[in-house]
Nanobody
Framework: QVRLVESGGGLVQPGGSLRLSCAAS????????IGWFRQAPGKEREGVSC????????YYADSVKGRFTISRDNANDTVYLQMNNLKPEDTAVYYC?????????????????????WGQGTQVTVSS
């Protein structure tokens, strides 16, 4: 059974940092496209950062470039999102997703496709 479990969210002041984790079971990350997405109240879900097997590029949304870093620990089937210099507009529920397939990182993050495996989400609140 495929399962994704996020952790690491919380309340942080502007300028602070958080590291989100997404642990997988039932499959191995090394064979999958993986992404972090977020959804703020009243807004559409946004692809934040994605990394895939197909290409060596990593996609970051313009709004997080230079502040967020995605990484993958294949040995432990865990994906991380290091978030630095957080801003109030980063407040959202963050989800990780994964799929098999030949996606580029940009495609997996930006296109309206069916993503089959999702975590339960973790709340990130940036506020003073």
């Amino acid at each position: 059974q495929v399962r994704l479990v996020e952790s690491g969210g919380g309340l942080v002041q502007p300028g602070g940092s958080l590291r989100l984790s997404c642990a997988a079971s039932g499959f191995h990350y090394r064979d999958y496209a993986i992404g972090w997405f977020r959804q703020a109240p009243g807004k559409e879900r946004e692809g934040v950062s994605c990394i895939t097997v197909y290409d060596r590029n990593i996609y970051y949304a313009d709004s997080v470039k230079g502040r967020f870093t995605i990484s993958r620990d294949n040995a432990n089937d865990t994906v991380y999102l290091q978030m630095n210099n957080l801003k109030p507009e980063d407040t959202a529920v963050y989800y990780c997703a994964a799929d098999a397939g030949s996606y580029t990182s940009r495609h997996y993050c930006r296109e309206k496709i069916t993503r089959n495996y999702w975590g339960q989400g973790t709340q990130v609140t940036v506020s003073s």
